[in-house]
């Protein structure tokens, strides 16, 4: 094992580990001389705790070429998350106390996505039943939903005006992005709200999603074919689910984005 350490900045080092198997073997006896599953762990401290800092950036922010906005964004958005090691012919990992080693077979938890939105001040989620959008008119649920999404936009400029100024043009740009999205929404509700024919169009849409989420969603098993029955339903004949659970259908709040 081999350690190589190249000055980064002022007091800081950057340290480079080589495991290298160096046994002489024949060809025949190759196996019996082989690594395998082999693993470095490593970590620096003194007496105060570890003395491992963030890995240096890829991305020179100082460069005299334009950086993709894209590449600036996802930045801004995971800055708090750190990289310690990068591997050379190997994944690496790492803790939560900075205990850095090398995996052949890198496992990570990756927090899923969901559709939910909690109500801003509340451990609830917004709970918009289907039903209900199919007769309202007024549609207060949904003018809630997007006068939270505007003080949403409202909290996060406010945290923008301390954010790091390599970072300021793509959290404008976002908020932006948002503002206009925002306002195609209201204008989306407003037409539905507005007109007739495209409130009908929006309570009947609301009726065939409302209809499909009664359907049971169970496996059925078909038990009879009969293709000279004179009626299409009787044709086929599937058992009964064996327990249908009823959920009242509920309205994702992410499907007013398709307002337009």
Request: hydrophobic content about 35%.
């Amino acid at each position: 094992m081999r350690v190589f350490l190249r000055k980064h900045i002022e007091d800081t080092y950057i340290g480079t580990i080589i495991f290298e198997n160096i046994s002489q073997s024949s060809f025949k006896s190759l196996s019996e001389s082989s690594l395998f599953q082999s693993k470095i762990i490593t970590n620096v401290y003194n007496n105060t705790g570890s003395c491992l800092l963030p890995y240096p950036e890829s991305i020179n922010f100082n460069s005299e070429a334009d950086l993709d906005l894209e590449t600036i964004k996802f930045s801004m958005l995971y800055s708090d998350k750190k990289t310690f090691a990068v591997g050379h012919g190997t994944s690496v990992g790492w803790n939560s106390e900075k205990l850095i080693y090398t995996d052949t077979m890198p496992v990570a938890k990756i927090k899923p996505l969901t559709p939910d939105i909690h109500i801003p001040g509340s451990n609830k989620l917004y709970d918009i039943k289907i039903k209900d959008l199919i007769t309202d008119t007024k549609l207060e649920q949904l003018n809630e939903l997007l006068d939270h999404y505007r003080s949403w936009i409202q909290n996060k400029e406010k945290e923008a005006q301390n954010i790091e100024d390599r970072y300021k043009l793509a959290a404008d740009k976002t908020l932006e992005d948002c503002k206009a999205a925002l306002q195609r929404m209201l204008k989306g509700l407003e037409i539905i709200k507005s007109n007739q024919k495209a409130l009908k169009a929006f309570q009947l849409a609301n009726d065939s999603i409302y209809r499909q989420q009664l359907r049971p969603s169970s496996k059925r098993n078909l038990i009879e074919h009969n293709p000279l029955a004179s009626e299409k339903r009787n044709r086929y004949i599937f058992d009964e689910p064996t327990e249908v659970v009823f959920r009242e259908p509920t309205w994702r709040p992410f499907q007013i984005a398709f307002f337009s």
